[in-house]
């Protein structure tokens, strides 16, 4: 549970780093889609760490002839979740102002030096 806390306040802290670099109308809008990618963030490590211990896949049996192996309950709620985790992240990227030109390395001292400021 510790730990899960402390991928939580990670994870907060990482995604306010991103709505710092937004512009401040933006910042009241992506409140929660910062909280709620946090808590994918937590509850995707716990569902992966359930994963790593009891694995993808588990035998079923339905009625006395029909059985087989199916993705686990935690293996498909991982991959909807991760799903849903890359799409609020991408929601808030796009938040982000656009990225400026900046000029090549040196073509502030190339213009200095040929006078074409």
């Known amino acids: 549970m510790a730990r899960l806390q402390f991928t939580f306040k990670k994870e907060m802290k990482k995604l306010k780093y991103i709505a710092d670099l937004m512009p401040e109308d933006r910042k009241k809008i992506t409140e929660g889609l910062i ?3 946090a808590f994918m963030a937590e509850q995707l490590e716990e ?5 790593k211990e009891n694995g993808w896949a ?3 049996q339905n009625g006395e002839n029909q059985r087989g192996r199916k993705t686990t309950v935690e293996g ?11 799409s609020t992240i991408k929601q808030l990227t796009d938040q982000l102002p656009a990225p400026t ?8 001292i190339m213009s200095f030096i040929t006078g074409n400021d």
């Open 101 to 108: 030109e900046t000029a090549a390395p040196g073509a502030s």
């Open 76 to 86: 498909d709620n991982y991959i909807k979740l991760q799903k849903l985790y890359a």
């Open 47 to 51: 569902l992966r760490e359930t994963i």
């Open 58 to 60: 588990e035998d079923y």
């Open 35 to 37: 909280t709620d990618a």
